[in-house]
């Protein structure tokens, strides 16, 4: 069941000063994806852990994930090679229970850490400009999935892993982009389903989705017309700076100084 808000709810949301902060990460993490394509998890989910926790962080981006996702999916539903997305996301589809539970039973502190730890990897990875160039076997499919599952079952960055293989293929960018977007819907619809029934989406989280969904949205709007006024080189360095001072500022051991 999912425990809808009410008035209360909505009050304690809107009277907590942390909302304010969380608007301004939410516009932030939508701009920098508009502009560069990437980095709207590796920037929400580690602050917005540090505002609140990473309980709440996790199920506030998915909710606004998922409206994007439903938005999206018709789209690319005829531009996406499906024989290559059904296994990669059955994959992490299964990974992401576990990756639930992580999510559930860790301590807060600990997860912050590993939110942080983890976005600073993957941010070196997507700076080295690596790619997988092997060839897209089935086990390797199998595994890319279960890492992106897991950890977006767990902290919501799903993105990277999944980013780095694809984009190592022989196939067009027009492909890829519609790959990724449906693996990312369909990760997006069922994970929801994961997280209501593990009641990782209480009245407080759905308030905060209502609240920072639109100003994300808008945000990517505004970032990817910005993307004409400079090169893509540019946006992606001005994006990788974000990301990391993201991940450095919500190390738990600064805590004193931003809470």
């Known amino acids: 069941m999912i425990d809808l808000p009410d008035s209360a709810a909505i009050a304690a949301v809107f009277t907590d000063p942390r909302s304010y902060a969380a ?95 983890v976005v600073l990897i993957l941010l070196a990875v997507l700076i080295s400009g690596w790619r997988y ?10 595994g890319v999935g279960a890492l992106a599952g897991g950890l977006g079952g767990a902290i919501q960055i799903v993105g ?5 293989y694809w984009l190592g293929s022989m196939s067009s960018p027009a492909v890829v982009r519609a790959n990724l977007n449906a693996f990312f819907s369909l990760f997006a619809c069922a994970l929801i389903v994961t997280y209501v029934a593990r009641g990782l989406l209480p009245a407080h989280v759905i308030t905060l ?28 360095r001005a994006a990788y700076a974000i990301v990391a001072a993201a991940a450095l500022v919500s190390m738990p051991i600064l805590d004193g100084l931003f809470r």
């Open 160 to 164: 990277p892993p999944v980013i780095v």
């Open 23 to 117: 608007m301004a990460v939410s516009i932030l993490a939508g701009a920098v994806r508009g502009f560069s394509g990437f980095g709207s998890a590796l920037i929400f989910v580690p602050l917005m852990s540090a505002l609140y926790d990473p309980r709440t962080a996790a199920g506030t981006f998915l909710l606004i994930d998922f409206a994007v996702a439903l938005a999206v999916l018709p789209t690319v539903w005829r531009e996406a090679h499906w024989r290559d997305v059904f296994p990669l996301a059955t994959a992490a589809v299964i990974a992401a229970q576990f990756g639930a539970l992580i999510l559930i039973y860790t301590d807060a502190i600990t997860l912050r850490w590993g939110i942080a730890i």
């Open 209 to 236: 989705a209502l609240l920072l969904g639109p100003l994300q949205v808008l945000a990517l709007r505004s970032g990817a017309r910005l993307f004409r006024l400079a090169s893509a080189e540019t946006y992606r």
């Open 133 to 142: 160039r092997g060839r897209p076997t089935l086990p390797v499919t199998l």
